[in-house]
């Protein structure tokens, strides 16, 4: 049976109380939550990522950024846990290079090489040896570079005039190097460096043949009981046989005090430490440092900071961290603006040209150490990762501690050290 069609008087009432009902479902109804991309980082790449904010937006306005932000040590210790528990896992979590290794073996970061990542084709706009840090021996990609850290030789020049020393006296030769050191000490007072440990992190770095480790050759081959090492040790010996060094760890109280007060002479390091020192460590020493090549020209990294993306991480929200981390890493004004605000040395490429560069130091005296700086991080050769570099470097700091503490021959500590590495390098 048909209907007949409703009055105009019907529709009018029917259609007024529609719209009534939605006004009324209408007026409870909130707009979504943004969506929310979570970094977890510690200073200063925190301040990076907060500084890219305005960046993001733009591209992405219904996604906000949280920055979890932890001192050095705190936070590799939670993404640690984070990596073996898979909770709390961030979108994007930053590392240093000294865990990258540690990570890199353990299977708990997406492998950037592959697809939908690809960094690979991005390799030739990078610093090569920054990205073979964060590569595993199987060529799995954990991370991408988003600062470097050319060593450098950072030295007070009004102690050194105080001394009688040349510059050329610190870097013809790590020898002459501790030798001048002795010079310093006895016309001064002040110490040659803040550790021995700190001379022996340099020089384990020079001469690593191409494709292997700091540790670690092919095959997990142990590489700690050779020449490379027993010089590195040998050199340490010396500066604390002589006294040379303060005894004193980075980031202590002692230490930046010692920067301060010209207690510390010089210091091989990267070169972010001459941004720390201006910006919060010593600045009343503006003028009074220059930056050297490291001694025998001897280019090696010395830090440098990674971004990766947890396997177990939001898998609805991978692409937009890969986005984010191309943003902060590929990007030319992002790398640079952090280079400029943060002292956060480039890993891209396609920054080199800038006039930055060239811009001279006022807290260096008006020198023009970033050129050095460039050159060095040109050079610099690749180093192969191995997963157990960071317990290879406890083991090393250890028997050092052994040679300079309690007189134990390097020869003697080389090979004890070898033997427990051999053990653990297939684990």
Do not use: C
């Not at 290079?97 to 690979?120: H, S």
């Not at 021995?196 to 340099?202: F, S």
């Not at 001469?207 to 040790?233: H, I, K, M, N």
């Amino acid at each position: 049976m048909r209907h007949p069609p409703p009055s105009p008087h019907h529709r009018r009432r029917v259609t007024q109380g529609l719209a009534a009902l939605a006004a009324g479902l209408a007026w409870p109804v909130r707009a979504a939550a943004p969506r929310v991309l979570t970094v977890a980082a510690f200073p200063s790449v925190d301040k990076i990522v907060e500084a890219a904010i305005p960046a993001w937006k733009q591209r992405h306005p219904d996604v906000d950024i949280k920055v979890v932000s932890r001192q050095f040590a705190d936070h590799h210790t939670a993404m640690t846990t984070a990596l073996s528990t898979s909770f709390y896992l961030p979108d994007v979590m930053a590392l240093e290079v000294g865990y990258v290794g540690r990570f890199a073996q353990g299977g708990g970061l997406e492998d950037l090489a592959q697809p939908p990542y690809g960094i690979g084709r991005f390799a030739t706009q990078l610093v090569p040896y920054a990205l073979r840090q964060a590569t595993s021996r199987d060529g799995r990609i954990v991370g991408v570079p988003t600062d470097i850290g050319p060593g450098t030789l950072l030295v007070r020049t009004d102690v050194l005039a105080k001394a009688g020393v040349a510059e050329a006296d610190l870097t013809r030769s790590w020898e002459s190097y501790v030798a001048a050191g002795v010079k310093i000490k006895q016309a001064t007072g002040a110490y040659l460096l803040a550790h021995a440990r700190d001379l022996k992190d340099i020089a384990i770095r020079i001469g690593v043949a191409p494709g292997e480790g700091l540790y670690f050759g092919q095959g997990s081959r142990v590489l700690v009981d050779t020449p490379r090492f027993a010089r590195a040790f040998e050199l340490a010996r010396q500066v604390r046989a002589n006294k040379l060094d303060a005894k004193v760890s980075t980031w202590s109280n002692e230490w930046s005090e010692g920067f301060k007060r010209g207690t510390l002479a010089t210091q091989p390091t990267g070169a972010w430490l001459a941004g720390h020192l201006n910006n919060w460590l010593a600045p009343a020493t503006k003028g009074l440092w220059r930056a050297l090549q490291l001694p025998e020209s001897s280019y090696v990294a010395f830090g440098g900071s990674f971004l990766s993306i947890a396997r177990g991480a939001p898998a609805a929200n991978k692409p937009l961290a890969w986005e984010l981390i191309q943003l902060l890493t590929l990007d030319r004004e992002r790398q640079l603006a952090a280079f400029k605000s943060q002292d956060a040395f480039p890993a891209l490429l396609s920054t080199y040209d800038d006039p930055f560069f060239e811009e001279p130091i006022a807290f260096l005296g008006g020198q023009k150490a970033r050129i050095g700086w460039r050159e060095a991080a040109r050079q610099i050769q690749a180093v192969t990762v191995h997963k157990q570099d960071a317990f290879a470097g406890e083991v090393i700091d250890t028997e050092l501690d052994k040679v300079l503490d309690h007189g134990k021959p390097v020869a003697t500590a080389l090979a004890d050290a070898a033997r427990l590495l051999a053990r653990r390098a297939n684990r």
